[in-house]
T-cell receptor, first 109, second 112 residues
Framework: GIQVEQSPPDLILQEGANSTLRCNFS?????LQWFHQNPWGQLINLFY???GTKQNGRLSATTVATERYSLLYISSSQTTDSGVYFC???????????FGGGTRVLVKP | NAGVTQTPKFQVLKTGQSMTLQCAQD?????MYWYRQDPGMGLRLIYY???????DKGEVPNGYNVSRLNKREFSLRLESAAPSQTSVYFC???????????FGPGTRLTVL
């Protein structure tokens, strides 16, 4: 099956800092989503981005499908950005999301 | 619009007991899914239903059964719970199998 690798596994930021999270995948995908799992365990949809670039407030994401990677940018980080960020993909004509291992982010005040 | 709802939020079972986790969505989605998340890991698919009347196995189906009761509801049953099934269970739905998925709040299950 498809492999999804996220880096870095852990990230500690000072409030106000910018960061980039990376997601590499091993095969063609139809669907790529970024989620934020907050400290209460809730999975929050950030982006549905099989290709191209999207922005939502301080967050933006870019997927380069031909090179099999996606990037999530966090600008001016806040303590509420803490949690685990997951990338998940569905293969072409696939039927399930395959999740990466996540990047655990801690933003310190 | 509640989105995806799950009941119960927490459950403790003894080994061998059975229970059913309930999931409902109000987004008129065709496809629904059950995932489990073990500590420090991403989610893994247990079963899914591409459309009303169909169900299929995912990555980790052993020990579980599902029922797509109608378009809104998709339940997950543990017939004889085992400690290895201690996990957080998430239900999700999407318009179709390869479109954006939306997740419920999860059920935290402990099997003693």
């Amino acid at each position: 099956g498809i492999q999804v690798e996220q880096s870095p596994p852990d990230l500690i930021l000072q409030e106000g800092a910018n960061s980039t999270l990376r997601c590499n995948f091993s095969d063609s995908v139809n669907n790529l989503q970024w989620f934020h799992q907050n400290p209460w365990g809730q999975l929050i949809n950030l982006f549905y981005i099989p290709s191209g670039t999207k922005q939502n407030g301080r967050l933006s994401a870019t997927t380069v499908a031909t090179e099999r990677y996606s990037l999530l940018y966090i600008s001016s980080s806040q303590t509420t950005d803490s949690g685990v960020y997951f990338c998940a993909v569905t293969q072409a004509a696939g039927n399930k999301l395959t999740f990466g291992g996540g990047t655990r982010v801690l933003v310190k005040p | 619009n509640a989105g995806v709802t799950q009941t119960p939020k927490f459950q403790v079972l003894k080994t061998g007991q059975s229970m059913t986790l309930q999931c409902a969505q109000d987004m008129n989605h065709n496809s629904m899914y059950w995932y489990r998340q073990d500590p420090g890991m991403g989610l893994r698919l247990i079963y899914y239903s591409a459309s009303e009347g169909t169900t299929d196995k995912g990555e980790v189906p052993n020990g579980y059964n599902v029922s797509r009761l109608n378009k809104r509801e998709f339940s997950l049953r543990l017939e004889s719970a085992a400690p290895s099934q201690t996990s957080v269970y998430f239900c999700a739905s999407s318009g179709r199998v390869d479109s954006e998925q939306f997740f419920g709040p999860g059920t935290r299950l402990t099997v003693l």
